[in-house]
């Protein structure tokens, strides 16, 4: 089965309702490549009104959701909720939260859980520090990251991988196309022999780091690269192009 490329644009705590309406109109008026899967995903009090304007086949998804049902959690959004609000994705385990706020493996293992079982679609964020780079444990790293989730879930149908080199995130300091491919593909292998040939061949494996639509076209050129999760470049009129950059 093919994996059909994945652009996901995070907005992260970025925008105004005005500013908001105007990427997305810039979106739906935009020539998108029919085969490519897009998903915005505004700040969480955006979320209707992104649901409500966006058309043109783009989709919505939350940057975070807790690992509890409706209840006395103040200040936290539960999988029931994204789902009453026709929300059908969300990020989890961004590295902005679990180096800012804390969240650990078991944390976003356990959020994982809840969102699928909630019947959310997850795109769940990985990636290693300059520091673990520099040490040599990427792979140690990405794959502990990977096998918390994999204690607690084991149909990844409905999950999508975002590789997401912490040094990268914002730093205008892109992986390599080398750098991109060697730990995706290890993903994927851990992927065979952890989970399943089947979420192997099928998972989507997205990079994230730095994307612009400079380089996004040689990125999309690697073979385990599935796609994209674009953060300050998707706010800009070249994320379509960004979108458009499947091989
Ligand atoms: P930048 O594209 O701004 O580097 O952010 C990447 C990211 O964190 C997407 O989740």
Request: aromatic share 6%.
């Given at each position: 089965?093919?994996?059909?490329?994945?652009?996901?644009?995070?907005?992260?705590?970025?925008?105004?309702?005005?500013?908001?309406?105007?990427?997305?109109?810039?979106?739906?008026?935009?020539?998108?490549?029919?085969n490519?899967?897009?998903?915005?995903?505004?700040?969480?009090?955006?979320?209707?009104?992104?649901?409500?304007?966006?058309?043109?086949?783009?989709?919505?998804?939350?940057?975070?959701?807790?690992?509890?049902?409706?209840?006395?959690?103040?200040?936290?959004?539960?999988?029931?909720?994204?789902?009453?609000?026709?929300?059908?994705?969300?990020?989890?385990g961004?590295?902005?939260?679990?180096?800012?706020?804390?969240?650990?493996?078991?944390?976003?293992?356990?959020?994982?859980?809840?969102?699928?079982?909630?019947?959310?679609?997850?795109?769940l964020?990985?990636?290693?520090?300059?520091?673990?780079?520099?040490?040599?444990?990427?792979?140690?790293?990405?794959?502990?990251?990977?096998?918390?989730?994999?204690?607690?879930?084991?149909?990844?149908?409905?999950?999508?991988?975002?590789?997401?080199?912490?040094?990268?995130i914002?730093?205008?300091?892109?992986?390599?196309?080398?750098q991109?491919?060697?730990?995706?593909?290890?993903?994927?292998?851990?992927?065979?022999?952890?989970?399943?040939?089947?979420?192997?061949?099928?998972?989507?494996?997205?990079?994230?780091?730095?994307?612009?639509?400079?380089?996004?076209?040689?990125?999309?050129?690697?073979?385990?690269?599935?796609?994209f999760?674009?953060?300050?470049?998707?706010?800009?009129?070249?994320?379509?192009?960004?979108i458009?950059?499947?091989?």
């Open positions: 089965m093919a994996r059909k490329f994945f652009v996901g644009g995070n907005f992260k705590s970025n925008g105004t309702t005005t500013q908001i309406k105007s990427i997305i109109e810039g979106l739906n008026q935009a020539s998108l490549n029919p490519v899967e897009v998903i915005i995903s505004p700040p969480a009090i955006y979320l209707p009104l992104a649901k409500e304007i966006a058309s043109n086949g783009v989709q919505v998804a939350a940057q975070n959701v807790y690992d509890k049902g409706n209840g006395a959690y103040t200040g936290e959004i539960s999988a029931a909720q994204l789902k009453d609000v026709g929300v059908n994705w969300v990020i989890i961004h590295s902005e939260r679990r180096a800012l706020l804390g969240e650990s493996d078991k944390f976003v293992a356990s959020k994982t859980k809840a969102a699928l079982a909630g019947g959310l679609s997850v795109i964020c990985i990636g290693e520090s300059l520091e673990e780079r520099e040490a040599g444990t990427t792979i140690d790293v990405v794959t502990r990251q990977l096998k918390a989730v994999a204690d607690e879930v084991s149909d990844w149908s409905n999950i999508v991988i975002a590789y997401e080199p912490v040094w990268a914002g730093t205008g300091k892109v992986a390599t196309t080398e991109a491919q060697e730990v995706h593909a290890a993903i994927r292998k851990w992927l065979r022999e952890t989970v399943s040939d089947k979420a192997a061949e099928e998972t989507r494996i997205l990079y994230g780091g730095s994307v612009t639509d400079k380089n996004s076209k040689e990125l999309a050129t690697q073979p385990d690269v599935d796609g999760l674009v953060g300050g470049a998707s706010l800009k009129p070249a994320f379509v192009d960004i458009n950059s499947a091989a």
